[in-house]
C-alpha cells in the first residue's frame, strides 16, 4: 500500500473519529469502512487481524450502547463547543497518552471550558457532572471504541 493510500484510510478515519462527536454522522461505521478498506488492500495477517479485532470491538460497542444513557446534550446546558472541545481534546489526549487519555482529556477540556464559561470552579464542575450524565458516556464510550480501532491501525502500520 503506498503512502498516499495509508494517508487517504488515516484520513477516514480522522473523519470518523470526528463523525462520533456530531449527532447524526455514522463514525464507528467510517472508521470500521477505513480499517476494511486497508485490509482488503493490503492483505497480510495483520491487517486481517485488526480487521477481526476493530469488528468484534465496534459490534460489542453496537450491542452494549442501548445499556448506556441516551445522548439529550440540551439538558446539559452546555454549548456545542464545549462538547466538540472535548472530543477533540479526547482524540488528542487518546495519542498523548495511550488509553487513559482520552478519559482525561475529555474530562478535563469540558471542565476547563465550563469554568471559563461560568467563571467559577464549583459551577465547571458541576457542570462537567451534567454533561457527562447527559452525553458524556455514551460518547466517550464510543469515542474510545473507534480510538481502539485506529489505535490499532497506526500501530499495524507503524510496527506491522
Do not use: H
Not at 29 to 34: G, Q, Y
Not at 139 to 160: K, N, P, R, S, T
Amino acid at each position: 500500500m503506498s503512502v498516499w493510500q495509508l494517508f487517504a484510510v488515516g484520513a477516514v478515519m480522522l473523519l470518523g473519529l470526528v463523525g462520533v462527536l456530531v449527532p447524526g454522522v455514522p463514525g464507528q461505521a467510517i472508521v470500521w469502512a477505513a480499517v476494511l478498506w486497508w485490509a482488503l488492500t493490503d492483505p497480510t495477517p495483520v491487517a486481517w487481524g485488526v480487521l477481526i479485532g476493530s469488528t468484534c470491538l465496534l459490534l460489542l460497542n453496537q450491542a452494549l450502547k442501548p445499556l448506556l444513557p441516551a445522548r439529550r446534550p440540551r439538558e446539559s446546558g452546555a454549548p456545542r463547543r464545549t462538547l466538540l472541545a472535548g472530543g477533540i481534546a479526547a482524540i488528542a489526549g487518546f495519542f498523548v497518552i495511550p488509553v487513559v487519555g482520552a478519559v482525561l482529556g475529555y474530562a478535563g477540556a469540558v471542565y476547563g471550558a465550563e469554568r471559563l464559561r461560568l467563571g467559577s470552579r464549583a459551577a465547571g464542575w458541576s457542570s462537567l457532572r451534567s454533561v457527562m450524565r447527559a452525553t458524556g458516556y455514551s460518547v466517550l464510550v464510543e469515542l474510545f471504541c473507534c480510538l481502539l480501532a485506529v489505535g490499532a491501525w497506526l500501530g499495524a502500520v507503524v510496527w506491522g
